[in-house]
């Protein structure tokens, strides 16, 4: 089973600043199947990335995802209010097990 | 709208049984895999389970093989779990979620989620 670290826990920045969060995962993620999802209080999460650079419908280009492999990235390019929350990736694929990572709070500063 | 609405969920007793609903609208259901994701209060996302679309491929958790089943009725468009054994770990708000494919895949739609309490 692949186990995904995120990094840092709790990220503590200002609108308008650049956010960089990692995730790395124990072995190889499998043609780059690595999604990033964002989780409001009180809300289901919201799929922002998948295939590690695809951004999902609707989602903003200040949110970009990049990296292969075992190490990936997710960036919000200049932070707005409502990006403040709970950021997970998760390695998904034909075969299971998903799994997801501990997840990164974001939170302003 | 596209939208998954769960259903069953409550307070049960340690050892006993549940069985999560999950009514899916608003897309052609048989052409994606699902799955089921918990969270516990105050913690992270776990996968539990998922299923492709035409039940011929299933997963589930380590921590939930043997125990817990997942289905699914295309002809209703709807998703399964059924719970056995229950222990007080599997206290959890339950997620149905959509993927993006017929198997595997990210998940791009999320229902709300039903609250499973195992307590005596």
């Known amino acids: 089973e692949i186990v995904l670290t995120q990094s840092p826990g709790t990220l503590s920045l200002s609108p308008g600043e650049r956010a960089t969060l990692s995730c790395r995962a124990s072995?190889?993620?499998?043609?780059?199947?690595l999604a990033w999802y964002q989780q409001k209080p009180g809300q289901a999460p919201r799929l922002l990335i998948y295939?590690?650079?695809s951004r999902a419908t609707g989602i903003p280009d200040r949110f970009s995802g990049s990296g292969s492999g075992t190490d990936f990235t997710l960036t919000i390019s200049r932070l707005e209010p409502e990006d403040f929350a709970v950021y997970y990736c998760?390695?998904?694929?034909?075969?299971?097990?998903?799994?997801f990572g501990q997840g990164t709070k974001l939170e302003i500063k | 709208e596209v939208q998954l609405v769960e259903s069953g969920g409550g307070l049960v007793q340690p050892g006993r049984s549940l069985r999560l609903s999950c009514a899916a609208s608003?897309?052609?259901?048989?052409?994606?895999?699902m799955h089921w994701v918990r969270q516990a209060p105050g913690k992270g996302l776990e996968w539990v389970s998922g299923?492709?679309?035409?039940?011929?491929?299933?997963g589930y958790a380590d921590s939930v093989k043997g125990r817990f089943t997942i289905s699914r009725d295309n002809a209703k468009n709807s998703l399964y779990l059924q719970m056995n054994s229950l222990r007080a770990e599997d206290t959890a708000l339950y997620y149905c979620?959509?993927?993006?494919?017929?198997?595997?895949?990210?998940?791009?739609?999320w229902g709300q989620g039903t609250m499973v309490t195992v307590s005596s």
């Open positions: 979620a959509k993927s993006t494919v017929t198997t595997g895949g990210a998940f791009d739609i």
């Open positions: 608003g897309f052609t259901f048989d052409d994606y895999a």
């Open positions: 299923i492709s679309w035409n039940s011929g491929s299933i």
């Open positions: 072995q190889s993620v499998s043609s780059s199947y």
């Open positions: 295939g590690a650079s």
């Open positions: 998760q390695q998904y694929g034909s075969s299971p097990p998903n799994t």
